[in-house]
């Protein structure tokens, strides 16, 4: 059980964080160590290729762990009924997992989630 959330967060973090945080860092150091202080264009083409390779690197680890879901399933559909409310659901028919509904006036929103040992 605990085996899916280590997947879950590597996955978060390899895919979602590492190519964030690398473009965020480099787009920091190009704008605050401008043209002026500049020796050689040979460590601002290596920021660049590290930043390549984090977006390469994340691009893998999404075909690699495809079935490990860090989000849930989102579904809406319109729905005759004039209204405002949030639910809890434990849905044994969704693989042992859960629900969230979200109730708006004409509109109801799923967020479904399988439980950790059917990832």
Do not use: H
């Not at 973090?13 to 043209?35: A, K, M, N």
């Not at 849905?91 to 859960?98: E, F, Q, T």
Request: aromatic residues 16%.
């Amino acid at each position: 059980m605990k085996a899916n959330y280590g997947k879950i967060l590597v996955k978060a973090i390899f895919v979602l964080v590492l190519p964030i945080l690398s473009t965020i860092s480099v787009v920091y150091c190009l704008r605050e160590y401008g043209d002026s202080q500049i020796e050689s264009y040979f460590p601002w083409i290596l920021a660049i290729c590290v930043v390549i390779l984090t977006y390469v690197n994340a691009i893998f680890y999404l075909a690699l762990m495809s079935k490990t879901k860090i989000l849930p399933t989102i579904t809406g559909q319109f729905m005759p009924i004039v209204g405002l409310g949030i639910a809890f659901d434990q849905d044994s028919s969704y693989d042992g997992g859960y629900k969230w509904i979200v109730i708006l006036p004409f509109y109801s929103i799923e967020f479904k989630r399988k439980a950790v040992d059917s990832l």
